[in-house]
């Protein structure tokens, strides 16, 4: 399979039965009590999200502002999607672009070699009762951007961890993010590329105001629109 091809056309991304989840698994059933959310991740769901980092992404779906969808950028085995995913439900439910290509990023080829991440995400999604609110995407962060057109409440950084690739997946998702929205990066203090451009294009842009981190994430709240030169490659607030 090409890496990175935009969509897997020979993916029927489909929920397992639930005769098909492994036995001796926990289930997620109250998605309004944080502890067992937090619990159900940090036992039963691999992932790179410490519990903190879980707690405080649980807190932003379930408290976050303005009417749009939600998306997250990098999904992986589904852990921060589940956190996210049992937030919105804690709230009363909503939607979550789980958008991945299940083929891991340039970091996890050096460790791991070849991955394919699907199979044990639909299995986390099923066991945490949360396919009514998780709606998952196999394709590049790219191609999601082209195919969904709706505004977006709250958005997940957290796919490539090469610079120009969070910089496209910025300039492709953020203008779709309303006014009062939310912006989440996860690894921006652990990886310098990721640093860099959420300090440029989020911390010093003057479109978003930052309010808040916990661990390797923080978060901004979106409070301008964004003027966007395609040639020069800079943003800037509008006026
Ligand atoms: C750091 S992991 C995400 C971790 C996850 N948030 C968690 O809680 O464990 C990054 C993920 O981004 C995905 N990814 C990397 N580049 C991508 C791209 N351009 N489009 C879509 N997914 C991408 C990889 O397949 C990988 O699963």
Known sequence: MESFSPIYS???PRFIREADVPKGLPRLTDHKDREAVLDFTEDSVGGFFSREECGAIYDLARAHGPDGVAVEIGSWKGKSTICLGSGLKARGGGELFAIDSHEGSEEHAHVYGKVWTFDEFVN????????????PLVMTSWYGARVLGRPVSLLFVDGSHNEED??????????KVVIGGLIVFHDVFSFEAVNRVWSRCIRDSGIFEVIGEEGDMAWARKIKEINYDFVENEWEPSK
């Open 166 to 175: 969070v910089e496209m997946d910025l300039f492709l998702w953020s203008h």
């Open 124 to 135: 986390n999604i099923e066991r945490a009762r949360l396919t009514d609110v998780i709606v």
């Open 10 to 12: 020979h993916i029927t």
